[in-house]
């Protein structure tokens, strides 16, 4: 069950990936209209009720929580296992914000799926046992490894425009480097969530700064355009486990990120990638000169990256998901 239209989903990127592995998969909804979405996936569970396994529920913490709501309650009708895979850094509010529901949702699934270290240890504080952490895979033979020797003020940014996403944060990290690094130049890659995106534009263009904006691209196309690219920029202010980030330290950029949510259960500070904190643009920019002081130092963060992203590498995560499924 997919919580939202628009951007893919994990159900998205795991539907193919189940059925390459012999699993029979139905997925609903990608309609826009909220009722009519809502109304798909309750049909397509109460359709397939007395064939289906399994439910897996995209499960997130804004109004699409309530789309997770309502499936695993016609789960629980009709005694079917389901179980949420958990999104969004704001998961523990919405749990503190609605505990009954949660109780309701998360207390009787089969399991939660927890994509991050971060959010198994946040639902098992808050006395949810039957969590499992699988994280988010990627495909790692897409991603071309490149080494940096030479790091250049190039900055790369690929998330959805949102306010929670800070993206001003990185056009001020780069307005900070320009007196120092005048060829300094940002590109910022994702699809438009809010007015953040237009805020960004127009603080760009008053200021004249090198900012590129190519809106959404496939992945294929950003990662093939990260090769231009010296640094990865991360600015979120809430978060779970990005898989951006991921594909980052798969393909050798290294990795500056504020250290909110799941991040410092990603990046390992200094080891893997760089942690500041969230809202500090001065404290980012820092980081970044210091990375292009010493590029030797990076590249060992870079290859360590690369290292520890092969832990989500769809081989072995599979073997994850196979043993939950077969359960």
Known sequence: M???GGSPTSID??????????FNVKTASSEKNKLFRLAEML???????????YVLIDTYSTQNFWYAYAVARICQKFNLKYIPILHGGELPS??????KASKRLFGKAYFNVAPSLFMKTVFQQSGFLNVKYIPNSINLQEYYFKERHDLRPKLLWVRAFAEIYSPMQAIKVLELLLPDYPNAELCMVGPVKDDSWKDCIRYAKLHRLPVQFPGRLSKKE???????????LNTTNIDNTPVSVIEAMALGLPV???NVGGLPYLISADIDGVLVPP????RMASAVKNLLQDPQRSSERTRAAREKVEAFDWERVKLMWKSLLSG
């Open 2 to 4: 997919r919580g939202k």
């Open 13 to 22: 990127t795991l539907t193919p990936l189940l059925k390459e592995e012999g």
């Open 43 to 53: 049909f397509t569970v109460f359709r397939n009720r007395k064939t289906t396994d």
């Open 94 to 99: 919405r749990m503190e914000r609605s505990p």
């Open 222 to 232: 950003w990662t093939k355009l990260s090769e231009q690219y010296d640094i990865f």
């Open 256 to 258: 500056v990120s504020t």
């Open 279 to 282: 809202n500090e643009p001065d």
